[in-house]
């Protein structure tokens, strides 16, 4: 086994149990829940961050009695200090790997919802041949899922937006899927056969937030198109949209299988609107044995799809 138990800094050490409690507090927001996740009670907890910034010094976080926020400090710490536990983290894993069980962490991203990937199927497929992973998987928009594979804080993430940077990172196109407007049940364009950007720019929008996959899509479809609009209204679930829809308070739009799941409004097709690309996205280099474990799982019950831009990285 592997032990690596300290991270020389001048003339002091930094354990990693530190950065481990730092990378907690920044992710959570609390101390109070940074030390549950970390099995340690608070008053511990508290003491190390604070050895820590004495031997920075400098404050890593900012504590208040309602809140705890990161520093301009904390914010540069916080990027190496992951990469250096993920390192650590790759080097026990890599070791045991080397006996016949992959044992280890993975963090899987994703968008919401996600029909190209059968994520719950594939997941029992990984655990039943990885029993001892343990996986840990979270929901974010698209610019937070890619700054966090960048940032070794998640091993591969679902997308639904090509990465405007793709300097260090492997990309799998999973699937193509059109995009369809939702309108509300009896609205003038509910019997339409097809409609183009221009018309839909007509009517008051509903649509995800910026930094979501799908907004970044639509603007850019409406962009290209020439054609301006208004987003009326910002829903961060589909499930909101999807009722903000239905009320009439403008239409959205989303791709056609995510439309199929929604009852409460109607589907019209589109012209003029590229259709997104979903993909797998995850750091070209340094993969952990679960990672890569899970890749070739995704690579043998999902085939890459075709017409991809570029070719995938391989570890």
């Known amino acids: 086994m592997v032990a690596i138990t300290a991270i020389a800094y001048h003339d002091g050490s930094m354990e990693l149990r530190q950065l481990t409690y730092a990378v907690a507090v920044a992710e959570t927001g609390s101390f109070t829940r940074a030390a549950h996740r970390c099995f340690v009670v608070q008053s511990a907890l508290s003491h190390q961050i604070a050895r820590l910034e004495d031997e920075l010094g400098t404050r890593l976080f900012e504590r208040t009695s309602r809140r705890v926020q990161i520093t301009p400090a904390g914010e540069v710490f916080l990027g190496p200090a992951r990469e250096a536990l993920a390192a650590v983290e790759r080097a ?42 343990r996986v840990t998987l979270r929901a974010r928009m698209v610019r937070d899922l890619l700054s966090e594979v960048r940032e070794h804080a998640c091993d591969i993430a679902f997308v639904d937006s090509r990465p405007e940077r793709t300097t260090g990172l492997a990309v799998r196109v999973l699937a193509h ?16 056969p097809r409609v183009a950007p221009a018309r839909l720019a007509e009517e008051p929008m509903v649509d995800m937030p910026p930094g979501s996959g799908i907004r970044r899509h639509n603007d850019a479809a409406f962009a290209a198109a020439g054609v301006p609009r208004t987003v009326a209204f910002e829903a961060d679930t589909m499930a909101l949209l999807e009722q903000l829809v239905a009320r009439g308070l403008g ?28 993909q797998a996205v995850w750091r070209a280099a340094g993969a952990s044995p679960a990672a890569r474990a899970f890749l070739q799982l995704l690579r043998e019950r999902t085939p890459e799809a075709p017409g991809a831009e570029g070719p995938e990285a391989s570890e």
Do not use: F, N, Q, W
Not at 98 to 112: A, D, K
């Open 92 to 133: 026990r894993s890599e070791v045991i790997a080397c006996g016949s069980e992959v044992r280890g962490r993975l963090s899987i991203g994703t968008i919401t919802p996600l029909a190209a990937v059968d994520l719950p199927d594939l997941l029992a497929a990984y655990r039943d041949r990885y029993p001892a992973v």
């Open 177 to 192: 899927e059109d995009l369809v407007a939702i309108v509300p049940h009896g609205h003038r364009l509910a019997g339409a």
């Open 251 to 278: 239409i959205g739009l989303v791709s056609a299988p995510t439309a199929a799941r929604m009852p409460a409004v109607s589907t019209v097709a589109l012209t003029g609107v590229p259709p997104r690309a979903v």
